[in-house]
């Protein structure tokens, strides 16, 4: 490696703009993200034996301790001493039942949330939980999960514990009303909760049976596993009932368990045992409670979970991830598919015009239904041509695995069975070749939903008001065109010389004047062409992998469908159910699981049936000890469904760690479902493990558009191909015909996807309530080299506005790491003091950078630029400079060195620009409570809301998060603590003097009652 003599800075003035460039560019380096995880160990908890595999926790979750353990166990010691429970889920249990004994101020017991990633051993764990409470007389128990067949997994787990004599009942199979069972476990499913009967004229429901089982009072334990199921409580029915099990039972022991438990804030509605919000809280409702954490970001995420784990009411750790590899696999495509592709555009586009021809024909008035469901069958269309096109890349990426002895399990969401079982109906139940899911998707939405004049009449009937319409008006352009315009007044801007041919109150029976069969023969051609477009679209993807592999003899297949299309021996398709001689449906996917774990097979698909509680890892109990590779031909719709998914073949007790590969096609509109999950990865990594970089090394992180960059972005283009604005971002280069026809054709195409639709008042605009989420559904629709071109534009515009951000200081970076000795980086120095610097060959033509006040440079520069601004020097010659600039940076900023004084300073600001040493003011401990407080202080003298928050790691390796107070904010955020703390001890002391005079006129009662006894005897 070449060190180049000390440089000497070139006498060149730099312009403001240069200045200002170099100082925001570098400004965004200041604090660096840190290692994500920390090995685990139990700090406060010592019985039990070590865990079978490295189990990790997030660092930001790592730098802050658990409480202190009061508790005593009552698990048997040969149950702790044979390793039947790990130290890690002993301690979870005995946190759990710590938490257990706490009342909230609503006077309902306090809950407990296990966050522990998937095949750590939640399910031991909460066996232990209920066996605690078995021993401790509380016989009766509640576990709720997301499917019966779990009921055998329930039963194993209480046995391997050593604790097989706590029977567990079925819910499914016990009669509505029925409350016989005495003692045990009552296994439900969520969906069971909502459950009703109207048997014998009596009305039942499940959730009454439940309450009648349990008794008033009761304060046994209910297991709510795989909780994420009950998200979105307030608008589902089950999560509703969720709520009212826990409000019901107000005493019960309540345990919340599942891996994504809280994958984004308003999800943990449900959790309402835990405390953070309500009575006694600074947060009198969820509401506010989730107001202020979703107005402030990823950094309160972090921050509650911090919270909930200091306060003992949460655990989440994970299996190491030490030995898993990730990648992303991006798939082109063949010039054929292309070509398929983007006919199946051209014929969307086409059928939007018919429906709107044909609705406008009927006048059909109330049209949301129609385009609900043309854009919901739009999107899983396309769905399908995306996922197909990866099916040819995935089997010979799969064999060549199976070729370097590993096994295979391959995720994906959709099965295509409704398609297939509604051709078979269409052919009474014989079926000679594969189905095109796609393609039968196109199929049912024209058939079903087509403008009709039945729609039309059952729209009207739906209308409370009287049956006519109002001020049809029908006009007539001077191209000829036929306008229509419906609506309780007349436009006002229509010119005086149209002509109006219309009554008004014309009843509806008299508006048809389209013939019904030029409607029918609008659908007929439409049909045709679909059918037409069929013989070339792809067929159902999971028959097709079944078939490649070599069939059902091949391949184990965990899904919910109940039968498959199949190649025969002599060439010949039919179809066949996938129940099996003395196995029923309900059991097959267990049957299948067994066969890829002996060996028997070495290919295993998996969708979201099969994606809880099932167990696919090299686990060293079994035959097949192959390492698995985890292929995602499909990312599933919701990043719970993904995180399950990716836990089925990384567990707990297993020989290799999986290999995990995602396919994502080069169709620009795929990355919208990538964008789901990337979105929910970042958010589960914040809240269910307490830090949002967790997720980042699966690399879908740049495919998260579905944020407040994505939404100005969106704006940003949208506007700029209107010809609204002038884009400060160009155009794709190399676009066939220039940047005009770019503009062109995305304003014809993101009319043909409906993002773009006429107004007879405003012309062309954006169609109201464009999110990003369907822009990016939509985009789906477009031929692919627009797609890929209008995507690039957007990416381009989302990037830039990030960046612009970054420079600006306001992006939020989460929980940053700040070393003791951390070096930072900054732009040259200005003015006529030369600047001395030490250049060290790097690769290439470049060098790295070293400067007396900071250190090495962030980024290496180029020989050709520092040539343009150095001189080569000796040691002697740059010895003064290099030893006057480093002394000086000590205690002042650069700009004093530089000008002999600094505005900020002055002006009463803090700066360290370019110092060597520098001063932080962290604020630690349990920060939610106070959190308003501070960024309100912070905000007020600021003017801006935004917290950092920070990871402080000392010489001594302590480690502290906080967040991260500006000198000028902090006598302020002193005075509003010492003002809080004395507000808290006031309140306390109010409540002891209460208490005190309650006991004094409960003891003057009591004695006051004993002479009264004595003057009777």
Not at 333 to 345: G, H, I
Not at 443 to 465: I, T
Not at 915 to 939: E, F, I, N, P, T
């Amino acid at each position: 490696m070449t060190c180049v003599p000390l440089l000497q800075q070139t006498q060149r003035n730099q312009t403001p703009a240069e200045e200002e460039a170099e100082e925001e560019e570098e400004e965004t380096e200041e604090l660096g993200h840190v290692d994500t995880y920390a090995d685990y160990k139990p700090s406060k908890s010592t019985i039990g034996i070590s865990h079978p595999d490295i189990v990790v926790e997030t660092n930001t979750l790592s730098s802050v301790p658990p409480p202190d353990i009061t508790y005593t166990l009552s698990i048997p010691n040969s149950t702790i001493n044979c390793g039947l429970l790990s130290a890690l889920q002993l301690e979870a249990i005995i946190y759990a039942c710590q938490q257990h004994e706490v009342i909230l101020q609503n006077n309902q017991r306090a809950g407990f949330l296990i966050g522990d990633g998937a095949g750590v051993g939640k399910g031991r764990t909460v066996a232990g939980i209920i066996l605690e409470n078995y021993l401790k007389g509380r016989k009766k128990a509640l576990w709720f999960s997301v499917s019966n067949d779990l009921k055998y997994d329930a039963e194993r787990d209480l046995k391997d514990i050593d604790a097989p004599t706590i029977p567990v009942h079925a819910l499914n199979k016990i009669k509505y009303g029925d409350t016989a069972t005495s003692e045990g476990v009552l296994f439900a499913t969520y969906s069971a909760l909502i459950g009703e009967s109207q048997a014998g004229g009596q009305h039942r429901t499940r959730l009454k049976q439940i309450l009648d089982w349990c008794k008033p009072g009761f304060d046994g334990v209910i297991v709510f596993d795989e909780c994420h199921k009950a998200k979105n409580a307030t608008s589902t029915k089950m999560g509703k009932a969720v709520l009212d099990l826990q409000h019901n039972l107000p005493l019960a022991r309540v345990v919340y368990a599942s891996a994504t438990g809280a994958s984004e804030p308003k999800n943990m509605i449900y959790m309402s045992r835990l405390g953070i919000w309500g009575e006694g809280t600074p947060f009198k409702t969820f509401d506010d409670f989730l107001h202020a954490i979703e107005k402030r970001g990823v950094g309160a995420m972090e921050i509650v979970a911090m919270d909930m784990k200091v306060s003992g009411m949460y655990i989440a750790r994970q299996l190491s991830f030490s030995g898993v590899s990730f990648r992303i696999e991006e798939i082109g495509l063949d010039d054929d598919f292309k070509l398929v592709y983007n006919k199946a555009a051209k014929l969307w586009a086409e059928a939007l015009a018919v429906f709107m021809r044909a609705a406008d024909a009927l006048c059909l008035v109330s049209r949301k239904s129609l385009w609900g469901q043309f854009w919901s069958s739009h999107q899983r269309f396309f769905k399908y041509l995306c996922i197909a096109a990866k099916v040819r890349c995935l089997v010979e990426l799969a064999k060549k695995e199976l070729k370097a002895g590993k096994c295979i399990v391959i995720g994906l969401q959709s099965t295509g069975e409704a398609r297939t079982r509604e051709v078979l109906d269409e052919n009474d139940g014989h079926l000679d070749r594969f189905v095109s899911a796609a393609e039968g998707v196109f199929k049912a939405l024209v058939q079903k939903h087509f403008p009709s004049e039945k729609q039309r009449r059952e729209k009207a009937r739906g209308n409370k008001r009287k049956r006519t319409l109002t001020k049809i008006v029908k006009t007539l352009g001077s191209s000829g065109e036929v306008f229509q315009t419906f609506g309780d007044i007349l436009p006002y801007s229509l010119p005086l010389w149209l002509t109006l041919l219309t009554v008004v109150n014309m009843p509806l029976s008299g508006v048809g004047w389209v013939p019904k069969a030029s409607i029918e023969k609008m659908k007929q051609s439409l049909l045709n062409k679909i059918a037409d477009l069929g013989k070339e679209l792809p067929l159902n993807t999971l028959d097709e992998l079944i078939d490649q592999f070599g069939g059902p003899e091949m391949v184990s297949e965990m899904t919910g469908r109940k039968g498959r299309v199949v190649r025969r021996p002599d060439g010949s398709v039919r179809y066949e159910s996938r129940a099996e001689q003395s196995h029923t449906i309900d059991h097959i996917n267990l049957k299948e699981k067994d066969r890829f774990m002996c060996g028997e097979k070495m290919v295993a698909i998996i969708s979201e049936a099969a994606s809880s509680g099932i167990s696919l890892q090299a686990d060293k109990r079994v035959k097949n000890q192959r390492r698995r590779v985890h292929i995602t031909l499909e990312l599933p719709w919701s990043a719970d469904r993904a995180i399950q998914q990716f836990g089925r073949t990384h567990r707990s007790n297993q020989v290799t760690a999986p290999e995990y590969i995602f396919l994502i096609s080069e169709l620009a509109g795929e990355r919208r479902f990538a964008s789901i999950v990337a979105k929910r990865l970042e958010s589960l990594g914040a809240l269910t493990h307490g830090d949002r970089r967790a997720t980042e090394s699966r690399d879908l992180s740049k495919y998260n558009f579905e944020n407040k960059y994505g939404t100005k972005a969106l704006d940003k283009i949208t506007k700029a191909i209107l010809g609204h604005i002038e884009s400060k971002v160009s155009p794709p280069k190399g676009y066939p015909g220039g940047d005009a026809l770019f503009f062109r054709d995305m304003k014809h195409g993101m009319m043909d996807v409906g993002i773009f639709c006429k107004e007879p008042r405003f012309g062309l605009s954006t169609e109201k309530d464009c999110s990003i989420t369907k822009f990016l559904n939509r985009i789906l629709g477009l031929e692919v080299h627009k797609q890929n071109s209008l995507f690039q534009y957007f990416t381009d515009n989302f990037d830039y506005l990030i960046e612009k951000d970054k420079k600006e200081g306001k992006y939020d970076m989460g929980i940053l790491g700040m070393e003791h000795s951390h070096l930072l980086w900054f732009p040259q120095l200005r003015g006529n003091h030369p600047c001395v610097l030490l250049a060290e060959q790097g690769r290439g033509r470049n060098f790295i950078v070293y400067k007396p006040n900071i250190g090495k440079q962030a980024h290496p520069e180029s020989l050709d630029n520092l040539q343009l601004r150095y001189r080569k020097v000796t040691p002697d010659q740059a010895k003064d400079s290099w030893e006057s600039q480093f002394n000086f940076s000590f205690g002042k900023c650069s700009h004093a060195n530089w000008n002999g004084k600094c505005k900020k300073i002055e002006e009463g600001q803090e700066c360290l620009q370019g110092m060597r040493l520098r001063q932080y003011h962290m604020l630690c401990g349990a920060l939610l409570r106070v959190w308003k407080y501070v960024a309100d202080v912070v905000s007020d003298i600021t003017c801006s809301s935004i917290l950092q928050i920070v990871r402080l790691k000392t010489k001594n390796s302590n480690k502290q998060v906080g967040i991260k107070i500006p000198e000028n904010c902090v006598a302020r955020v002193r005075q509003e603590l010492l003002k809080m703390d004395e507000e808290v001890k006031r309140r306390r002391k109010e409540k002891e003097q209460q208490r005190a005079q309650e006991q004094q006129r409960a003891q003057e009662q009591r004695l006051a009652e004993e002479r009264q006894l004595q003057n009777q005897h």
